[in-house]
């Protein structure tokens, strides 16, 4: 039973390390070598500090204490590899007496995926955020528009197609036009693109967004080439 115990430690997915009062090293399983590339006969030769920058001489006898206290801690780390490169860890650590010695026992789980799911989601949050401040925004700019549009609307209903302002308050109507169609486009992006379902053109879809980002920098060059009497979409 001891043999099997010992083999489940040493062929178990997770690092497994021992370590001593003082921070050092005294055991480690398979795991622990393969996750830092180091052979475990190295491992047992070094201090907690080596492979985690994080935990010094304080922080360590701090640890020390909270977990002989506690019996038991889980924590976020980082472990530093061969190579240089630190990973995230989830540490869960037990205080462990053998023998009439301490010593402290910590499993080290590699968390870079849930890390990297983690920033993701986040992302993705701050990103339906921005989609809905951009929906309020766009509502208010609409409104704002078309009161515009109805004053200019009055005025050219009121003034000679000769009239030298004429041309002008057309230009204006041109603009609010091309401001509104912008709105929409807001609209659509905090909706999630479900604001409008209709058969359209792709290379207009494609042109207009273009020229959207055409504008947004003067050194920005876009070269466009579409296909023939492409299918509606």
């Not at 492979?51 to 977990?67: F, S, T």
């Not at 870079?112 to 929906?135: D, N, S, Y």
Request: one cysteine or more.
């Amino acid at each position: 039973r001891l043999h099997f115990t010992q083999f489940s430690v040493d062929h178990m997915g997770d690092a497994a390390l021992w370590m001593d009062p003082s921070g050092h090293i005294v055991n480690v399983n398979n795991a622990a070598g393969l996750a830092l590339g180091v052979p475990p006969e190295q491992l047992r030769a070094m201090a907690i500090g080596d492979i985690d920058p994080g935990i010094g001489q304080e922080r360590w006898a701090a640890l020390w204490e909270k977990v002989r206290q506690s019996k038991t801690l889980t924590f976020e780390s980082a472990h530093l590899k061969k190579d240089g490169k630190l990973f995230p860890v989830e540490v869960y650590a037990n205080f462990l007496e053998f023998q009439g010695k301490e010593f402290m026992c910590a499993f080290a789980r590699n968390i870079t995926e849930r890390k990297m799911l983690q920033f993701q989601l986040e992302q993705a949050q701050k990103l339906e955020a921005i989609g809905t401040l951009a929906g309020g925004v766009a509502h208010n700019f609409n409104n704002l528009l078309m009161s515009i549009q109805g004053s200019v609307s009055l005025m050219l209903m009121a003034i000679d197609p000769h009239h030298p302002h004429f041309d002008r308050l057309k230009a204006i109507e041109g603009h609010i036009k091309r401001g509104s169609d912008l709105t929409l486009q807001l609209l659509g992006y905090a909706s999630g693109g479900r604001r409008s379902v209709k058969s359209a053109q792709i290379n207009q879809i494609v042109g207009s967004a273009a020229a959207l980002f055409g504008r947004t920098k003067p050194d920005v060059r876009i070269f466009q080439k579409y296909a023939e009497s492409p299918w509606p979409v």
